[in-house]
């Protein structure tokens, strides 16, 4: 029976299509039946997460091919198609995406008060993107939906955004991402000029001189440096982060910040392997300034939306320095911070959220002494705040003590300064949750006193289920993404 089934649920296009087909029943349905909108909205996405999951089951962790190939012919004279496939390094961008979304549609389950319909629709169309491009193996197939990614994005910001600066927000957030990218595109375009072809497989055996390689390395170090983002084309995301509204703060965290990190392991190192040692000293002294730089800048933030974005930044950072360790275990430790990033700065968008909704602002000096009126609600914080300081148990830590091996066999000195990191990360981590928590209440500000209900416990619960699993557990996941790692460092031959 499970054979018969398999074209079905083993289908990588029907994964795409899906949350777009949930988008298209929710267009032709009025505007006024909110309560429909939102059930078919939650439930698209749910599915969504359930068929992503049937992949994972079915994984072969022994080969390192490309699994679930689809092809189907898009430009056939141009030989370019519409080719996808996923492997050990996509897997769990693909399951992170899916589990995200039915969180940030019960996040504006009740807060978001216009355009509701619409509202669903721009995450399940972003979700639909999201997935393709942790899918495409065509060059120029993932450049269409790394771009589009940034639509539904923009629309999120500009019209569901919180405060006056929205606006501002959305195009500087927009013509960031998108003016790296247009470099990238060049580079694509020239490729396909060389070798007659963007398939990223036939890409993968061609040789490509070391001048070429320097060069092409470079234009799309400038898309994909910016989506980290790095230091100093990170500018653009505190900003988004402000004003966008809670869901999009946890889309943009969770999902968006590993398109970056996900093309330099899918596309730079392994194409480019002579221009990726070349450069490996120039992204770990970026990687080290960003880390310290923004971790000081961290500390002096006054805005709880601003402390975790500044704190992504070097988070991010963190996982470029262990991809550019070349070896297994800091690849390996990259991905898992990925992952664990995903999971605790989207929940502590979350939890900033929750003290929004109540107190409608976000300014760290308003709040103390919410221990006394809201003990659930300090209790998951100080568990997301521990792990955002890489608590050892938790996920975060997994991720970093492999990073830090892996780097500390290349480079000595960086590992050093990632670990210098690690400490700041604790001051600016715990600093901030004293004084939100902690110290005296004040009336004045605080007028709301309820705790956490029923629908925010539910979606705090997966996130901290994920986080402890990863921590306590993390060889389901390294299993799974073992085989392709070491098969990426063995074809670049960084060994």
């Known amino acids: 029976m499970l054979q018969f089934l398999a074209p079905f ?8 299509l899906c949350p777009l087909l949930g988008s298209i029943i929710l267009f032709v349905i009025p505007d006024f039946r909110i309560r429909l909108i939102r059930s078919i909205g939650l439930c698209t996405s749910l599915i969504t997460f359930l068929y992503s999951l049937l992949f994972w089951i079915q994984f072969d962790n022994s080969t390192a091919k490309f699994q679930f190939v689809e092809t189907i012919r898009w430009l056939p004279y141009s030989n370019i198609n519409f080719y996808i496939g996923i492997d050990g390094i996509s897997l769990f961008f693909v399951v992170l995406t899916t589990f995200l979304i039915p969180i940030c549609i019960l996040v504006g389950w009740s807060s978001i008060k216009s355009y509701k319909k619409e509202y669903m629709i721009a995450f399940l169309i972003r979700e639909s993107f999201m997935i393709a491009v942790s899918c495409m193996l065509d060059l120029l197939l993932f450049y269409v939906f790394f771009e589009s990614v940034l639509i539904p994005m923009f629309i999120i910001i500009g019209v569901w955004g919180s405060r006056q600066r929205k606006i ?3 195009y500087q957030f927009f013509l960031y991402t998108l003016l790296g990218s247009v470099f990238m595109l060049l580079a694509i375009l020239f490729i396909f000029f060389q070798t007659g072809t963007t398939d990223l497989q036939i890409l993968l055996t061609t040789e490509f001189s070391e001048r070429r390689q320097i060069l092409l390395w470079i234009a799309f170090f400038a898309s994909f440096s910016v989506k980290v983002p790095m230091v100093p084309v990170h500018i653009w995301l505190p900003e988004a982060h402000v004003e966008a509204p809670t869901a999009g703060s946890v889309i943009l965290a969770g999902i968006l910040l590993k398109l970056g990190t996900y093309g330099f392991l899918r596309f730079s190192i392994p194409m480019f392997p002579e221009a990726t040692l070349y450069f490996t000293p120039f992204i770990y002294t970026l990687s080290a300034i960003a880390i ?47 992952l664990s990033h ?3 700065s989207s929940a502590l968008f979350l939890c900033v959220g929750v003290l929004y909704d109540r107190h409608k602002t976000r300014l760290v000096k308003y709040y103390g002494g919410l221990v006394n009126t809201m003990p659930m609600f300090s209790t998951i914080f100080l568990f997301f705040t521990l792990a955002n300081m890489s608590l050892p148990g938790t996920s975060s830590f997994i991720g970093e003590f492999l990073i830090l091996v892996g ?6 000195l960086v590992a050093t300064l990632a670990a210098l990191g690690m400490i700041l990360g604790a001051a600016y981590s715990l600093w901030p949750y004293n004084r939100v928590i902690f110290g005296n209440f004040k009336p004045k500000f605080l007028q709301k006193f309820s705790d956490l209900n029923r629908r925010e416990v539910l979606i705090f619960l997966p996130f901290i289920v994920g986080v402890i699993w990863m921590g306590v557990y993390p060889e389901v996941f390294l299993e799974c993404m073992h085989t392709s790692v070491s098969n990426l460092v063995q074809h670049g031959k960084f060994d």
């Open 342 to 344: 995903g999971l605790v």
């Open 168 to 170: 501002q927000a959305a």
């Open 407 to 412: 780097a500390f066999q290349r480079n000595s």
């Open 292 to 338: 310290i730089y923004t971790s000081l800048t961290t500390i002096r933030q006054i805005d709880l939306k601003k402390i975790i974005a500044y704190s992504s930044v070097a988070h991010m950072n963190f996982v470029t320095i262990g991809m550019f360790s070349l070896n297994i275990q800091g690849i390996e430790g990259s991905i898992l911070l990925m």
């Open 9 to 16: 649920y083993s289908n990588l296009s029907g994964l795409i």
